[in-house]
C-alpha cells in the first residue's frame, strides 16, 4: 500500500487547509486511518484517526473542535480539513493505515501510531503568525 498525501501549504493564522491522503496499490476503505503530524525537534504526535465504517472519529485535544477527519471510501481517500491554524499547527502531517481490514479497537488505540503499518511521505503545513 502506498500513501499519498498533498494539500500543505503556507497559511497565515486564522486560516484553513485541506489535506487528502490517496491509497494506492491495495484498498484502504475498509482500514481505520490516521493523520499524525511531527514539528521540528518534537516528537510525532497524533492529530486525528477514523475507524474503518466511518462512523467513530477521533482528535487529539489540541486539535479538537477545529479539525476534521473524512472518509471517502469510493475513491479510497481520506480528507482532514484544517480550519482556524494556528502557528503551532506548523508540522510536517503523515497519513497512516492500518493493514487489519474492519477492525474495531479501544479508543486510546487508535491514538497510537503502532496501530498503524502504512506511511505517508508527509506534507508540509506552516503557519505563519
Known amino acids: 500500500v502506498q500513501l499519498q498525501a498533498s494539500g500543505g501549504g503556507l497559511v497565515q493564522a486564522g486560516g484553513s487547509l485541506r489535506l487528502s491522503c490517496a491509497a494506492s496499490?491495495?484498498?484502504?476503505?475498509?482500514?481505520?486511518m490516521g493523520w499524525f503530524r511531527q514539528a521540528p525537534g518534537k516528537e510525532r504526535e497524533f492529530v486525528a484517526s477514523i475507524s474503518w465504517s466511518g462512523s467513530m472519529t477521533y482528535y487529539s485535544d489540541s486539535v479538537k473542535g477545529r479539525f476534521t477527519i473524512s472518509r471517502d471510501n469510493e475513491k479510497d481517500m481520506v480528507t482532514l480539513q484544517m480550519n482556524s491554524l494556528k502557528p503551532e499547527d506548523t508540522a510536517v502531517y503523515y497519513c497512516?493505515?492500518?493493514?487489519?481490514?474492519?477492525?474495531?479497537?479501544?479508543?486510546?488505540?487508535?491514538?497510537?501510531?503502532?496501530?498503524?503499518?502504512?506511511w505517508g511521505q508527509g506534507t508540509q503545513v506552516t503557519v505563519s503568525s
Open positions: 496499490g491495495r484498498s484502504v476503505s475498509s482500514n481505520v
Open positions: 497512516a493505515a492500518d493493514k487489519r481490514a474492519r477492525t474495531t479497537y479501544g479508543e486510546h488505540e487508535y491514538t497510537r501510531s503502532w496501530l498503524y503499518d502504512y
